[in-house]
């Protein structure tokens, strides 16, 4: 199939805010590709460990994107360590790539977090009510959901993750040429610059 022509800006400030604008839609609805970015922590034995997670928010005044997950999880670890942390999106009808590095933060237990929690609903707040560590062996995968924790308990494993962005790459695959460009906030100050492909 060949490369569409492009439907994004070619001016750089206009991009930028066109490509906030999709990740907030893309925060807001599953069934947007956006929604599904991979996110790649560094382990203590330096790898790079990546997953796919699911994108909470997008704050494009404050340069913000959230993620959550379980406090006993690897990642935690992996970010505890080493906060610096990378989102990986694709949007396949664009044959568009946004690469995202972040330094995190780790909200468990104060205020963002537990408001959070609060909108997870009963289905959401599930996930984290299993009293069995993520990654420990099983008899079966029913085996996870019992006993279940208290709504309680199931708070003090769930984790807000905030990602402030400090550079975020736009990669296009398009008709006549590919598109890439480079975004970053030196003094909070958006810098953007055309890159080689
Ligand atoms: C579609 C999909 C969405 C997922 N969303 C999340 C998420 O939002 N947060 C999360 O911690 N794990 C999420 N996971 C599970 C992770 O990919 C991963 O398997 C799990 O968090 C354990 O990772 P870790 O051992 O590296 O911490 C999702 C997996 C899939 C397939």
Redesign the pocket.
């Known amino acids: 199939m060949p490369q569409p022509p492009s439907s994004f800006s070619a001016d750089l400030t206009e991009l930028h805010a066109e490509i906030w604008r999709m990740l907030g839609r893309g925060a807001a609805d599953a069934k947007d590709d956006l929604h ?1 970015p991979g996110l790649t ?1 560094i382990d203590a034995q330096h790898r790079p ?1 990546s ?4 994108l ?1 928010a997008a704050r494009p005044g404050e340069r913000g994107l959230e ?4 406090h006993r ?4 670890r ?1 970010l505890e360590h080493q906060p610096q942390a990378s989102l990986l999106f694709y949007r396949p009808r664009s044959r568009a790539q946004i690469r995202v590095q972040a330094l995190t933060q780790l909200h468990h237990l104060d205020d963002l977090a537990r408001q959070r929690w609060q909108t997870l609903g009963e289905a959401g707040q599930t996930l984290y009510c299993s009293s069995v560590m ?2 420990s062996p099983l008899e079966s995968p029913e085996q996870a959901l019992t006993p279940a924790l208290t709504s309680e308990q199931g708070l003090a494993n769930f984790v807000v993750i905030t990602l402030q962005v400090q550079t975020l790459e736009w990669l296009e695959l398009a008709r006549p040429v590919h598109r890439r460009a480079l975004f970053s906030y030196p003094d909070s100050v958006l810098q953007a610059q055309w890159i080689a492909p």
């Open positions: 599904w922590t460990q997953r796919i997670v699911v909470r993620i959550h997950t379980d999880s690897l990642k935690m992996e993520p990654g």
